[in-house]
């Protein structure tokens, strides 16, 4: 059961398995290469898009661990696994994450999200560290 059927029940949102893959497998790591090489290349706006995935993708994805603790919009109280339809598309398999319900605390990519946190995080503080050793030497 994967993460956008999850965040639709979650939400009540219109968010399919193919437009979760599209998002995350072919969008974002082009933005993450094309990111890369501007950095490469000292593109200003490069340096614009690296503070937003290093604070979306690399800080916020603690987020992951509220998700169990949130109330879902779609029947919060049935553990099973649900196919509803939110904005004219039929979302299937929308399982229920919701910590009160099922009583395990756990959220697809709960665990896996720790893993970009360490760059991000990493990146910032490289980056503020870097920016008071330049007004240092003003």
């Excluded at 193919?18 to 890369?36: C, R």
């Excluded at 919009?73 to 004219?88: C, E, F, M, V, Y």
């Amino acid at each position: 059961m994967g993460f956008a059927p999850a965040m639709s029940r979650l939400f009540g949102i219109q968010w399919s398995e193919k437009s979760f893959l599209m998002v995350f497998a072919l969008v974002g790591p082009t933005i993450y290469t094309l990111t890369s090489l501007g950095l490469y290349y000292r593109i200003p706006i490069a340096g614009f898009v690296a503070w937003f995935i290093f604070i979306g993708p690399g800080v916020a994805e603690f987020t992951h661990f509220i998700f169990p603790l949130i109330t879902p919009d779609l029947l919060a109280n049935d553990p099973h696994p649900i196919t509803h339809s939110i904005a004219g598309s039929v979302i299937e398999n929308m399982p229920n994450y919701y910590y009160k319900t099922t009583g395990r605390y756990y959220f697809p990519g709960m665990w896996t999200a720790i893993l970009p946190m360490i760059p991000g995080c990493f990146a910032i503080f490289k980056l503020l560290i870097l920016h008071k050793k330049i007004h240092r030497t003003r």
